[in-house]
């Protein structure tokens, strides 16, 4: 533990939020921040470090220095040794800093592993982004049971939108136990694009950070009419087969269409090894490191189309008018679809080359699909929750 005192200042009730993968800090930084406004609460950042090099890079971005590092990521870590650490050293954390709730966000291996250390411990959990459903156990895998099991727990589900809490509802979930607050995505999204709008950033500076090749950076990302397509794709239901599959629909797509792939590939050695084999050589396509997220909203918000598995690029797709060809046959957020921006596509090769084909061919279609959306809430979620828990810990 680095700052934090076993006293808590002026009386105030400690709620500590628990961060593991980069996107739970992108949606619980706006919260974090929202809590610090309150009289009665002390916010405190729990890193459980499942993720070391991209947990380091999203919270770099927000200013926001973990008050506890856990540091659980070995490389190549499998579920069950993940998740029995996890469980081991949060519950240890808890002790240390006797909080009077705990906040988790979304679907990973630290908010199943913090909901159980917290209810072994009695203490109060509110789950963040709650009630998404695929209908499927297995996809996403192991994300959809870690969010079934979080909710009977959850004595705060904090639904991003009516659809995910009519799904508690239907899990018998108590109706005091729900409140629809929108997504935190799009609080964040709005603060990253705010400063972006500020910052005026280059293309050459971005293409800087990501070490992509002048070439590409000039053919492609500095000129607002070239097209290029933004891809994300690190699903565990699509190891092996599946994403060797999304690799040939991007390679016969840059053979077919003068179009640019940029990738930022995540660090999981299981999506990197196929990924720099299948499309290592191919010039149309830039492999980068992942993208710290204002750069990833630079990219997003620039590019022609998305190509992703990702749960939050779904989310924030829709608010800046970019179709998404969603890498999955199954979705917990229908809202995108439902609204036009996210199309379901699943991972074979010939379904996608025609799907983005028609993206790249048909104006009239592409212009329907890239309208202004917004599903998921006004960018208030946070202060939403953080009045909630201030009102009621
Ligand atoms: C996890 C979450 C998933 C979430 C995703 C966000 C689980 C089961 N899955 O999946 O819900 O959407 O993160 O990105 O919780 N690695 C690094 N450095 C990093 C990050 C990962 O080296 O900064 C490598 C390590 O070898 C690590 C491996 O990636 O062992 C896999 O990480 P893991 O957390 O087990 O699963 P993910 O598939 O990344
Ligand atoms: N993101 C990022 N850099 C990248 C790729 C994604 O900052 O290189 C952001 C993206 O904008 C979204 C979040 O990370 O907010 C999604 O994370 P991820 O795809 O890892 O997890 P998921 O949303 O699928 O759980």
């Excluded at 009419?225 to 092996?240: K, N, Q």
């Excluded at 640019?260 to 299948?278: A, K």
Aim: with cysteine.
């Amino acid at each position: 533990m680095k700052n934090v005192s076993k006293e808590n200042p002026k009386g105030r009730k400690r709620v500590v939020l628990v961060a593991g993968t980069r996107p739970e800090v992108i949606k619980l930084a706006p919260v974090f921040f929202a809590l610090k406004e309150s009289e009665r609460l002390e916010p405190v950042f729990v890193s459980s470090g499942q993720h070391r090099e991209m947990l380091d890079q999203a919270f770099s971005v927000f200013g926001i220095c973990p008050d506890v590092e856990l540091g659980l990521m070995t490389p190549g870590q499998s579920l069950p040794e993940l998740t029995a650490r996890a469980i081991t050293r949060l519950s240890a954390a808890f002790t240390d800093l006797q909080p009077a709730a705990v906040l988790l966000q979304g679907d990973t291996t630290t908010v199943f592993a913090a909901a159980v250390a917290a209810f072994y411990q009695r203490v109060l959990i509110g789950h963040v982004e709650a009630g998404l459903r695929t209908g499927d156990l297995y996809a996403p895998f192991p994300e959809e049971m870690n969010r079934c099991l979080t909710s009977p727990l959850a004595r705060w589900n904090f639904c991003p939108t009516e659809l995910s809490l009519a799904n508690l509802r239907r899990e018998s979930i108590k109706p005091e136990r729900c409140f629809v607050t929108g997504n935190t995505v799009i609080d964040a999204l709005y603060y990253v694009r705010d400063r972006l709008r500020r910052t005026n950033i280059a293309a050459p500076e971005v293409a800087a950070r990501l070490g992509v090749t002048t070439a590409f950076t000039e053919h492609f990302l500095a000129r607002r009419a070239a097209r290029w397509i933004l891809v994300t794709a690190h699903r565990r239901e699509s190891f092996g087969v599946g994403i060797e599959r999304v690799c040939a629909a991007i390679n016969k797509l840059t053979a077919m269409h003068d179009v640019g792939v940029l990738y930022p590939v995540h660090l999981n050695p299981q999506v990197q090894e196929p990924v720099r084999r299948l499309l290592g050589s191919n010039p149309r396509v830039a492999l980068t490191l992942p993208a710290r997220y204002e750069d990833f909203i630079w990219l997003l918000d620039r590019c022609h189309f998305a190509l992703s598995d990702s749960g939050g690029v779904q989310e924030e797709a829709p608010s800046l008018g970019k179709p998404v060809l969603v890498l999955r046959d199954t979705t917990e957020r229908p809202e995108g679809v439902t609204a036009g921006t996210c199309r379901l596509v699943g991972t074979d090769p010939s379904r996608i080359l025609l799907e983005a084909s028609l993206l790249l061919n048909d104006g009239d279609e592409y212009a329907r699909r890239s309208s202004l959306q917004n599903p998921y809430g006004d960018g208030r979620a946070a202060k939403k929750i953080a009045e909630l828990l201030d009102a009621s810990v």
